[in-house]
């Protein structure tokens, strides 16, 4: 019998690009168990999240920023999940948890976003995992790192936007930083294509159909999706 997030219509849900597909391929890489305690972190519309409770049986703390918790509870209510996941709404600077709380933290499509500070890793996110546990990430990246950004990106992201998206190589090197994780894995999303080719068949959601103009000009040559799997110390 399927899984619920093997048969939904996942283009209502999309946020970027085929979050479902990261998780998949992200997590394949880790040991999670049943039971285990689990942050997903910029959860979005929940996919992830129903990912990981369905395949895994952890228990998750479905955090976004930009989506209500009342709305996710909605959907996790719609697909029986409540019991297992808990929406809570909050800044990833300002995480509501205790020292050492979760076994592991997974973080699909967003971490680009904030982690890019320093000390963030360090100093807000890590504590909150227990010693031997996991944070594995996978967001946008580069094949390799630019001097500026191409013509054809500049059709749809601007130079700020661009700053967030840097190549594997950077990210070893800014996650090495903290002293409290060691850093097990850099490496590239084989689903990469065909999860960006997901979203831009998104023709309602404006926010794909704005992406379209600089892929469709060959700015996918450099784009790239990266896991990072990290353990905490």
Known sequence: MKKQYETIDLKPLMMGPNALRMVKELTAKLNLRPGMRIMDLGCGQGITSLFLAEEYGVKVCAVDLWIPATENYRRFLQWGIDSQVIPI?????????????????????????????????????????????????????????MERPSPAMLLSWDEEAMKTIRSGQWWREHLSKAQNISVLEVSELACCDQAWRDWLACEENPYAQSDRPAMEAGAGKDMNLLAAVLKRK
């Open 89 to 145: 709404h909050a800044d990833a600077n300002a995480l509501p948890f205790a020292d050492g709380y979760f076994d592991a933290v997974v973080s699909v499509d967003s971490y680009h976003y904030f982690g890019r500070e320093a000390g963030y890793l360090e100093e807000k996110l890590a504590p909150l995992v227990k010693p031997d546990g996991v944070i594995a990430l996978a967001f946008p990246g580069l094949k390799q790192e």
